[in-house]
C-alpha cells in the first residue's frame, strides 16, 4: 500500500508559477514510476507528466517548456514545477504511483493498479 500526499496548489495569476509536491509513504519509492494527472471541471483525468525510476520523463504536448517534473528518491517525493501558467491549466492535480515492470526495458511498463493521491487544487485566474 502507497499512501500518497500531495500539496502546493493554490490560486496563481496568469504568467505565474507553482510547485506541486507529492510525498509518498512506501519503504521502497524507487520501484514506482510517477506522475502527475489533472482533472479540469467537466472534463477526463489526464496526464501532465510523468517519470521513470530513473528519471526519464514524458510531458503532454499542452504543457512542454513550461512545466518540468522531478523525483527524489531518497526523499520519496516527486515535484511539478508550472511556469508561465495559463487559465487552461487550472484543475485538480492528482500524483500517481505505478508499480514498475521488471520486464518492460522502457521503464514504462507497470503491473498492478496504480496508486493516488487526493490531489490538490490548481486555479489561474486571467
Known amino acids: 500500500q502507497v499512501q500518497l500526499v500531495e500539496s502546493g496548489g493554490g490560486l496563481v495569476q496568469a504568467g505565474g508559477s507553482l510547485t506541486l509536491s507529492c510525498a509518498a509513504s512506501?519503504?521502497?519509492?524507487?520501484?514506482?514510476?510517477m506522475g502527475w494527472f489533472r482533472q479540469a471541471p467537466g472534463k477526463q483525468r489526464e496526464l501532465v507528466a510523468g517519470i521513470t525510476t530513473i528519471g526519464i520523463s514524458t510531458y503532454a504536448d499542452s504543457v512542454k517548456g513550461r512545466f518540468t517534473i522531478s523525483r527524489d528518491n531518497g526523499k520519496k517525493t516527486v515535484s511539478l514545477q508550472m511556469n508561465n501558467l495559463k487559465p487552461e491549466d487550472t484543475g485538480v492535480y492528482y500524483c500517481?504511483?505505478?508499480?514498475?515492470?521488471?520486464?518492460?526495458?522502457?521503464?514504462?511498463?507497470?503491473?498492478?493498479?496504480?496508486?493516488w493521491g487526493r490531489g490538490t487544487q490548481v486555479t489561474v485566474s486571467d
Open positions: 512506501t519503504t521502497v519509492f524507487g520501484i514506482y514510476t
Open positions: 500517481n504511483a505505478a508499480r514498475v515492470s521488471s520486464s518492460d526495458p522502457t521503464g514504462w511498463g507497470t503491473v498492478g493498479e496504480p496508486y
